[in-house]
Structure formats: structure tokens, C-alpha cells
């Protein structure tokens, strides 16, 4: 790398790092800047930007222009057809996973890739996923949905463990979002699509502005406004449907939706800027507001079987259901209610029903009220915002420095709609907010780098710098009657709004702590041809102690073509505030029956009872091994890695409470014991090993009279469980090792003419392991698939252009669900299996304009 060159990217390193363009750059820098721009990464280094092909570690660059042309409005979804390492699930009836979708970097969790923005930690959200579909339960990890496509310059996708660089939770690797930063012109984009089932119309207006801030600095701002109808792909239950056909009134059909959920008002803006203070120093300052509402169905109430509203739990002697009769004037008060078993398909048309409940005055089931059943809706109003300030330079000494504060702050306001509670009798309402979830955190960091000259080697680097990091989990109670326990309680009607109760008081608070970091990371070029690198962290928590990981990377030029890299690195991933004191009740299958389990801290007594101990660090050793060539116009990548992780933290199976559990707990102290049926909480509890390789391969060149580009990009990826204990199951290691498809591939072309461009990408996804609703006995086997999305735009003149294009073209669709232990396909309303790696909405077709200026 010659001298000329290194000293423009040194000048970059500001402007790319931040999202800004440094004011006193020379005019070669900025011509390296416009050439380079997409090929050049900070992620990955602490010295200057370096290219794609110059990286020891894996990193892939996806440009603003080629996330616009996705098709998508969500950001994940346009990184998954972007980057075959990650996957992306849909997650029907997941309680508040469905409001905040996680997505999977290498096959691990959501919690374990670190997201930057302009190379700053972004803040998590406040969504713990409960119901993640097993390699995401219990994980907390940021929102990234969030930020907007016109926002972006690019994205950096750094496929390596780095938390001796940057700190907890990168693991598999980091993303770094780089905002724009022009100074002028901008662009106006309307956008409309809709499925081919004719649901899930979304509408979408996003835009973007560069301005002047005065003659040193600027102002780019962008935002996105849409909305997405919800998506249905359902059959109606048998359950459901045998009452409809004995005439049971109020039965909706379908009575449950598996699908998309609604999402209204979703609007975002993110600014970004950079002043020029002259003496080659300049200040910055980033951030975003973003709001929308969140609904999405949930679970159908059996009106005979649905227990702690519809039955006691008890059956007769010959295995019939006991009805759930409220005794109105109080248990030995007055006259009493006589038992009623539901013997017919219909218990409205019994005569002891008739007798006994709707003749009595004095006794009340909820047949009378909702007769049907009912179907909670789950939803909620998501804000998050962040603001960055800093400043950054060169001392006299020739030493880089930057100074950041960071606050980032999410929070989730829930709300269940078309339930009821119970306890409260005919009294209840329907409608519920069961409380809220604030997730806060505050970054303060020093960084300084300096370029050495040493006559013995061509270039030395030195990087050193603090981070200081507090973050909170703050949960606020929902309304009285979200949790209250009504005069029916001890009737045995449950407690709280049913499928999501409120968090109570008691529960209420805020849980914080804090943590401090030292780094120093060092990086040599040898020799022309061999770069070495080391860094090391020291990282301080005020809750669990402390922790030291390193990491090691080399690249070695063979020929001016072809390179050979690696790296050596430990990792740790603290488990969030969230994770460590949460608790909540939450409605899922066991065993393919519907109920109700609490999810408690793992310091709660009744978490202790069943063996749970307080939450560590998850800790991780990784390496990778690749080569990099460049043969004419052709671009290769070719990376192995392997992450070993020790202590993993999920939650556990549920268990349910014994007699001896209950009076145990009893005697501790612990208050409504006898309300809860099952338990689980958060552990340590299994160790894992994910390999693979990644292959990456791009080419340019001129082809039917125009500019082509073709991209392919391939993954393998498996985990494997290493050791369990009974608190993890057997069904959950099956949902770790299997879920994911093993082989992911993605190939792009595209084209380009003065007034016209195109391009096709066929998507491929491997077998994967079918899950429905959570249940071990709906495991099936999931095709494999191949999809095509394609794009066509038309340049009416250089401000308007016009663009159609499509998603999964040819409606490819998910595995129907196929019961292997010869169950009912439809009794739970699903038609696909959830853990389709493609989703399960099929073909997506849309239109779009776009005004630039």
C-alpha cells in the first residue's frame, strides 16, 4: 500500500467512521472516496478504512443502491437477501418476539452480532423474544428494523468474532450501519406492494436530504413513513370448526390467524451531521426517532376446554370436562351453583347448562358472554430514539483521537386486545395494557490511534481507548385490571388479562448496571505482503466481575493476487439487565395443550426451587481461515470459521410446580404459589460449537451492450450442542442443531443501460427442521427451495425514475405442515411450518417512483 495512498484513507478514517466526509480532506482523498466508497470498511480495524480485499477478518460491504432495489420496507429482510450468513424468521403468535423480529448472524442468537451505527454501540431493544423459536428464546437484542434504507450509505458486515475490539455481544460478528452524509440533493421515494394472496398492502414514502452547514459542514436527513396490512395464512381449527358446525354462534373463521401482523404509523427519522473545525478537527453529531404500532394475533379460547375460564381443570369419571361455574354471591354464601359436564359438542344446548347456569341467576360461565370462544389480539406502540455526539481529530503529535457520548433509549408499551380477565367475572373488560418495558443506555468513549514509523517493518499502528457503558431495564405495571386478582380468583378463574397479564407492581422498577472497558489494539504490516494484528479488552461490570478476551489476525499477500487470512480470537457476552430480573406469565403449548407459565428471574425462590443459579457471562472461542483472489475482474472469498460458545443463556424447558415445590415455596415466604402451573427462566445451561464457510464471488464486465454485475454468495453453517442439562431439553437442542438450513446461497445479476437497469437474484435455502407452535410432536422436514426476486427500473430523465419488481416471483410456497406423530394438521389453524427460512407469505409483487434532486 503506497504512501499517497494510506495518507487519503488516514484522512477518511473520520469521514467513513462517523458517516461524514471530512471538510479539510484534499481533493485526491475525495477522488478516493468516490471510487472506493463500497469497497472500503472501518468495522474490523481501529486504523485506517481498509478495502475489502486488504481485510485479515471477512467482511461484506452492501451499498445503499443495492439495499433500494430489495423490494423489502424492512431492513433485516433486505440484509437477508443480501448476506447468506444471516437468517431471518418470521414469528407468528410469539408474544412480544412478533413486535421486534430477531434475526440470526452464523446460526446464533440475535443478541450475539453487535450493531454499530456510524461505528458507534447501538442501544438494544427493550423486547425480550420469550417465544423466539428456539435459538432466539429469552434473546435481547437491538431493533434494527428501524433504520431506513434511504438513510444508509452502507453496510459493513464484519464475519468475526471482535469483542476484544469492541465489547460484549460480538460474537458472530458486527454490523456497522454507515449513514449518508451528502451536503446537497436528496431523493423522494413512494413505494406500494401487496402479496399475491391479495393481503399484507404496504405503502410506503421514505426520503432524504443533504443541506449545508454552513460552508464547513453539513446536515443529511432522511426518513421513512409506512404502513403494512397484517397476512393471513390460515385454515380454520377443528375445534373451531366442529362448533361452527353444531352451531355454535360466534366463531370466526378463521378463529385463529397465523401471519404477518399489522403495522400501523411506522415512522422514522435519522439525521446526521459534521462541522469542520478546522486544524483538522471536526465534530458530529448523529441520531434517530422512530415510532409505530404493533398488532398481531394470538391464540383461540376453547369455549369446553380452555382452563381458568371456560374449565375447572377436572373431568368426570368418564374423562368429560367440568365447566367453570362462578358462584356470583361467593362460595357459602347464599345458594350455590351445581357442577355441569360438558357430555355434547355443544354445552349450550345441554340441559343442566339450561338449568344450571343460564336459569341461575346466581351462577356464571363465560358460554354465556362468549360462546364461541375468543381470540386475544397482541400488539404495542414501539418508541426508540438515540443521539450521539463527539469530536474527533489530529493533536500536533500526529495522534487520531475521538471523543463520543452516546444515549439510546426503547421501549415497548403493550397491549392485549379481546380478552378478558377472568378472576374479575362478568365485570371484566376486554381490552387491557398490561405495562411497559424501557430499555436505556448511555456510552461514553475515548479512542486514540497513532501511526509509527519503524525502519525494521512498513507500518505500525497503535490503538488505545475507554468505553463506559450503563444501561437500565426499566419495567412500569399495567393497568389494575391487567393483573389484578378478582373476587372469582378463588373460584378458580385466573388471574390478569388472559394470554398476557399485567405486570404488577411488585414487579415494577428499574434494574441497572454498569460496566467499563480498556482496549489496545495494535496493527503491523511486516513486510508488503504480511499484516499481523492483536488487540486486548479488559472489561469491568458492576454485576458479574470482570472479563479479558484477545484477539489475533494475520493476511499474507502469496502473489499480488491471491492472500491467505486468519484470526485467533475469545469472546463473552453479558446477559442483559432484562435477561436477569425480568418476570412474566405467557401463554404456550406444552405438550400441544394451551397454558399458562411464569418466567422468572433466576435469582427468584421459586426459580431456585427447580435448580436455577444467577446468570454469567456466555463465553466463546473462534477462529476462521481464509483466502482472498483477484483474477481480472473477478472477486473471491473463500472463509471457515468455527465459534465454540460455553454457558449459553436461553430459557429453559418449563417445568410444573409438585405439591412439594408449592409447600416449600410456601414456607419461604413466596405469595400465590397455587396461581402458577408451570415455570422456566433463564440459564446457563449448554454449551455449542457452529462452523462453516462462506463463499463470496463477484465479476464485472460489459455484456449486451451494457454494464453487468454478477454477485454470488454462498453459506454452510452447523451447530452442534455440546452438553445440556435436562433444564435445556431435548426439543430445544433439536431446535439449536436443526431449525436453520444448513446451506444458504444467493446469486445476483445485474444490469445497467443509460435509461434502463435490471436485476435478478435467485435465493436458495436448504432443508431445515419444521416446527409448529412450539411443539416437539410437529417436528416434519422442511424443503428445500428456490426463489427469484427481480427488479426493473426505467430513468424517465435524471430526476424520475419508475420501478416494478417482485419477491419470490413464482410464489414459491413453505413446507405444509405434515404431523409425524399423526396428529391433526390443522388443529391449531397453521398451514406452514413457522420455521421456514423464507417466511410463509408467499409472492410479493410492488411499484415505485422515485424524485431525486
Request: proline share 3%; charged share 20%.
Amino acid at each position: 500500500m503506497s504512501t499517497k495512498f494510506r495518507a487519503t484513507t488516514l484522512a477518511l478514517a473520520v469521514g467513513v467512521a462517523l458517516g461524514t466526509a471530512p471538510s479539510y480532506a484534499a481533493e485526491e482523498a475525495e477522488s478516493v472516496k468516490e471510487e472506493k466508497v463500497e469497497r472500503i470498511a472501518v468495522v474490523g480495524s481501529r486504523g485506517a478504512p481498509r478495502s475489502v480485499n486488504d481485510s485479515p477478518v471477512p467482511i461484506d460491504i452492501i451499498g445503499g443502491d443495492e439495499l433500494a432495489k430489495g423490494g423489502n420496507t424492512d431492513m433485516l429482510e433486505l440484509l437477508k437477501g443480501s448476506v447468506p450468513s444471516l437468517n431471518v424468521h418470521s414469528n407468528p403468535i410469539s408474544d412480544a418476539a412478533s413486535l421486534v423480529k430477531p434475526a440470526n448472524l452464523r446460526g446464533l442468537s440475535s443478541d450475539s452480532t453487535l450493531i454499530l451505527v456510524n461505528g458507534k454501540r447501538r442501544h438494544r431493544a427493550s423486547v425480550i423474544a420469550l417465544l423466539g423459536g428456539g435459538i432466539n428464546d429469552g434473546a435481547q437484542g437491538p431493533d434494527i428494523s428501524v433504520i431506513p434504507s434511504s438513510a444508509l450509505k452502507q453496510v459493513e458486515v464484519l464475519r468475526d468474532g471482535a469483542a476484544a475490539q469492541y465489547g460484549s455481544d460480538a460474537i458472530a460478528g458486527v454490523m456497522n450501519f454507515v449513514l449518508k452524509d451528502d451536503s446537497d440533493g436528496g431523493n423522494l421515494t413512494v413505494r406500494a406492494g401487496s402479496y399475491y394472496e391479495g393481503d399484507g398492502d404496504t405503502l410506503e414514502v421514505s426520503g432524504n436530504i443533504g443541506m449545508e452547514l454552513t460552508k464547513d459542514g453539513f446536515i443529511n436527513a432522511s426518513f421513512q413513513y409506512k404502513n403494512s396490512d397484517a397476512t393471513s395464512r390460515s385454515v380454520q381449527r377443528t375445534d373451531a370448526a366442529a362448533f361452527d358446525a353444531v352451531g355454535v354462534e360466534g366463531i370466526e373463521d378463521p378463529a385463529q390467524v397465523w401471519g404477518s401482523p399489522k403495522i400501523e404509523d411506522d415512522y422514522t427519522i435519522f439525521i446526521n451531521s459534521g462541522l469542520d473545525l478546522g486544524d483538522n478537527k471536526e465534530a458530529y453529531m448523529f441520531g434517530n426517532f422512530s415510532e409505530r404500532d404493533v398488532r398481531g394475533g394470538f391464540y383461540y379460547r376453547n369455549p369446553h376446554t380452555r382452563g381458568g375460564v371456560y374449565s375447572n381443570g377436572d373431568t368426570d369419571e368418564d374423562g368429560n370436562p367440568n365447566l367453570l361455574i362462578a358462584d356470583l354471591d361467593g362460595i357459602g354464601v347464599g345458594g350455590s351453583c351445581s357442577p355441569v359436564n360438558i357430555t355434547t359438542d355443544n354445552v349450550l344446548t345441554q340441559d343442566d347448562y339450561i338449568n344450571n347456569v343460564v336459569n341461575d341467576d346466581n351462577c356464571f360461565s363465560f358460554n354465556e358472554m362468549l360462546p364461541g370462544g375468543f381470540t386475544p389480539n397482541f400488539g404495542g406502540n414501539i418508541v426508540d430514539t438515540s443521539l450521539t455526539m463527539g469530536t474527533r481529530g489530529e493533536l500536533d503529535n500526529g495522534v487520531m483521537y475521538d471523543v463520543s457520548g452516546s444515549v439510546g433509549m426503547n421501549e415497548s408499551s403493550y397491549v392485549i386486545y379481546d380478552t378478558l380477565n377472568a378472576s374479575l367475572g362478568p365485570e371484566t373488560g376486554r381490552d387491557f395494557s398490561p405495562g411497559k418495558h424501557r430499555q436505556l443506555e448511555k456510552t461514553f468513549n475515548l479512542d486514540f490511534n497513532k501511526e509509527l514509523e519503524l525502519d525494521s517493518i512498513s507500518y505500525l499502528m497503535v490503538a488505545a481507548g475507554y468505553e463506559w457503558h450503563a444501561e437500565s431495564f426499566e419495567v412500569t405495571a399495567g393497568d389494575v385490571d391487567s393483573y389484578i386478582a378478582g373476587p372469582y380468583t378463588d373460584q378458580g378463574f385466573g388471574i390478569g388479562s388472559n394470554g398476557f397479564p399485567g405486570f404488577k407492581p411488585e414487579s415494577a422498577g428499574v434494574f441497572s448496571r454498569q460496566n467499563y472497558a480498556f482496549y489496545v489494539d495494535v496493527e503491523a504490516e511486516i513486510t508488503e505482503d504480511l499484516l499481523l494484528g492483536a488487540a486486548l479488552r479488559y472489561e469491568d461490570y458492576s454485576s458479574f466481575g470482570d472479563d479479558t478476551n484477545y484477539k489475533i489476525t494475520a493476511q499474507y499477500n502469496v502473489t499480488e493476487d491471491f492472500s491467505l487470512r486468519g484470526s485467533i480470537s475469545t469472546g463473552f457476552r453479558a446477559p442483559t439487565v432484562g435477561q436477569a430480573n425480568y418476570s412474566n406469565v405467557q401463554t404456550s403449548l406444552d405438550g400441544g395443550v394451551l397454558s399458562d407459565s411464569a418466567l422468572l428471574p433466576a435469582t427468584n425462590p421459586v426459580a431456585q426451587q427447580l435448580g436455577a443459579t444467577e446468570l454469567t457471562p456466555e463465553e466463546s472461542e473462534s477462529y476462521t481461515l481464509g483466502a482472498v483472489w483477484n483474477i481480472g475482474e473477478v472477486f473471491i472469498t473463500l472463509d471457515y470459521y468455527n465459534i465454540q460458545v460455553e454457558d449459553r443463556i436461553s430459557q429453559s424447558d418449563k417445568y410444573s410446580l409438585t405439591e412439594g415445590d408449592k409447600a416449600a415455596l410456601k414456607l419461604a415466604g413466596v405469595a400465590n404459589v397455587d396461581s402458577i402451573q408451570q415455570v422456566s427462566f433463564f440459564t446457563n445451561d449448554f454449551d455449542t460449537t457452529t462452523q462453516g464457510i462462506d463463499l463470496i464471488a463477484n465479476y464485472s464486465t460489459a455484456l449486451f451492450e451494457g454494464d453487468s454485475v454478477f454477485s454470488f454468495a454462498y453459506n454452510y453453517n452447523e451447530t452442534e450442542v455440546d452438553s445440556y442439562s435436562e433444564v435445556t431439553g431435548d426439543f430445544k437442542v433439536s431446535r439449536l442443531e436443526n431449525d436453520l438450513p444448513n446451506h444458504r446461497a444467493t446469486l445476483t445479476w445485474s444490469q445497467s443501460y443509460d435509461d434502463f437497469s435490471f436485476f435478478v437474484r435467485g435465493n436458495y435455502y436448504g432443508e431445515y427442521q419444521g416446527v409448529h407452535v412450539d411443539y416437539d410432536a410437529t417436528i416434519g422436514d422442511g424443503d428445500a427451495a428456490l426463489l427469484f426476486d427481480a427488479e426493473a427500473s426505467y430513468f424517465i430523465n435524471d430526476a424520475f425514475t419508475v420501478s416494478v419488481g417482485a419477491q419470490n416471483i413464482f410464489d414459491e410456497q413453505a413446507t405444509k405442515i405434515n404431523r409425524q406423530d399423526g396428529g391433526d394438521d390443522r388443529a391449531w389453524g397453521g398451514v406452514y411450518y413457522e420455521t421456514s427460512p423464507f417466511g410463509f407469505n408467499g409472492g410479493y409483487y410492488y411499484v415505485k417512483a422515485t424524485y431525486n434532486f
